[in-house]
């Protein structure tokens, strides 16, 4: 036992918690069949016309060689106007993802904008106060 250590870890957990002061958990999130079909751009016309059913926070899915498609919107919050957003992913273990979860393509506007997995839960979106379209 090193209580120095724990003690440290303590207060690293502590300001892990406090490093965003502006929580906010995206809503509407709707989920559907999909392919892993790279490109750099997807129309708006194309997630649009997908079959997509409502997300609920708790809900699983997955399966041997199965891809989803996740969308949802995310508008401004009118207190934070013009400072940075994150988007952070979490599968809500509380250990780091494990290999069984997800490697995702994240879409902004249609527009690919980067990848998210175990090891990279946030993206950061720029500061403009407008609502994006996440896929």
Same mark, same amino acid.
């Given at each position: 036992?090193?209580?120095?250590?724990?003690?440290?870890?303590?207060? !690293?957990?502590?300001?892990? *918690?406090? @490093?965003?002061?502006? #929580?906010?958990?995206?809503?509407?999130?709707?989920?559907? /069949?999909?392919?892993?079909?790279?490109?750099?751009?997807?129309?708006?016309?194309?997630?649009?016309?997908?079959?997509?059913?409502?997300?609920?926070?708790?809900?699983?899915?997955?399966?041997?060689?199965?891809?989803?498609?996740?969308?949802?919107? !995310?508008?401004?919050?009118? *207190?934070? @106007?013009?400072?940075? #957003?994150?988007?952070?992913?979490?599968?809500?273990?509380? /250990?780091?993802?494990?290999?069984?979860?997800?490697?995702?393509?994240?879409?902004?506007?249609?527009?690919?904008?980067?990848?998210?997995?175990?090891?990279?839960?946030?993206?950061?979106?720029?500061?403009?106060?407008?609502?994006?379209?996440?896929?």
């Amino acid at each position: 036992m090193d209580p120095i250590r724990n003690r440290i870890k303590t207060a !690293v957990k502590t300001l892990g *918690e406090l @490093r965003y002061s502006h #929580r906010m958990p995206v809503e509407g999130v709707r989920v559907g /069949d999909g392919t892993y079909d790279f490109c750099e751009h997807i129309s708006m016309e194309k997630l649009k016309s997908m079959e997509l059913k409502p997300y609920g926070r708790d809900e699983t899915w997955g399966g041997k060689d199965r891809h989803y498609w996740f969308i949802a919107q !995310v508008a401004p919050d009118r *207190e934070r @106007r013009g400072k940075e #957003r994150r988007i952070i992913l979490s599968t809500g273990e509380t /250990d780091l993802w494990n290999t069984d979860n997800p490697q995702i393509m994240v879409y902004v506007d249609g527009e690919f904008k980067g990848t998210m997995d175990m090891n990279h839960q946030e993206l950061i979106l720029d500061g403009e106060d407008k609502t994006y379209s996440l896929a």
